[in-house]
Every structure is written in structure tokens, then in C-alpha cells.
């Protein structure tokens, strides 16, 4: 059964940082991508960045380029967020395509959701 789990959302101050972890279980081959997207309320999901299998990496989200971070160890993704702002707050999600080798920021290209973890900007 395929599991993501994530980890690390919590409240923090405009201009603080905070870190996700996200653990992938139950995956037959280590040859998968995984990527973060959030949602905010009343808005629609929406994807932010993707880590290929060997590194490679595609934002898709113009509003945390240079603030955010993604990176990964075997099958856990971390995401790094830096200089965070009232807008960043949301659920974030991980996720891994159903195209196992391609990353992607389309909800509908997404096989696999975590559970999702609240991070709120706030002072």
C-alpha cells in the first residue's frame, strides 16, 4: 500500500523558516519523483515545486522561487521554506505522478497524496 506521511508544519512568524518532511512507504522502486504542493482556503491545490529520482528539480509556482527549497534523501523529500509570508499559509501536501520518472504540478497527474500538514504564518 502506498504511503506518504508528512511532517514538520506548524505556526511561525512572517519572515521565519520551517521545514517539511515527507517518507514514502510502500513503493516497489526507489525510481519515483515527488513533489509538494499546498492549498489554501478557498483556493484551488496548487503544485510548488518537484524533485526527480536523481535530483532534478522544477518549480512550478513563481511566489516561492528563491524562498523555497526542495530536496531528497532516498524516499523522504524535505521541503525548506525560507522568508515566509502570511500568504504561504496552507495545507501542504507531498505527492508522487503517476508518471513515476516525470515530475509534474498538475493535481490530476498525481497518483499518490499525504495526509497533509498545516503550516500558518501569522504574528
Known amino acids: 500500500q502506498l504511503q506518504l506521511v508528512e511532517s514538520g508544519g506548524g505556526l511561525v512568524q512572517p519572515g521565519g523558516s520551517l521545514r517539511l518532511s515527507c517518507t514514502a512507504s510502500g513503493f516497489t522502486t526507489g525510481y519515483f519523483a515527488m513533489g509538494w504542493f499546498r492549498q489554501a482556503p478557498g483556493k484551488e491545490r496548487e503544485g510548488l515545486l518537484c524533485?526527480?529520482?536523481?535530483?532534478?528539480t522544477s518549480y512550478y509556482a513563481d511566489s516561492v522561487k528563491g524562498r523555497f527549497f526542495i530536496s531528497r534523501d532516498n524516499y523522504t523529500v524535505h521541503l525548506q521554506m525560507d522568508s515566509l509570508k502570511p500568504e504561504d499559509t496552507a495545507v501542504y501536501y507531498c505527492?508522487?505522478?503517476?508518471?513515476?520518472?516525470?515530475?509534474?504540478?498538475?493535481?490530476?497527474?498525481?497518483?499518490?497524496w499525504g495526509q497533509g500538514t498545516q503550516v500558518t504564518v501569522s504574528s
Open positions: 524533485i526527480t529520482f536523481n535530483g532534478g
Open positions: 505527492a508522487v505522478p503517476k508518471e513515476y520518472y516525470y515530475c509534474s504540478g498538475h493535481t490530476a497527474d498525481i497518483l499518490s
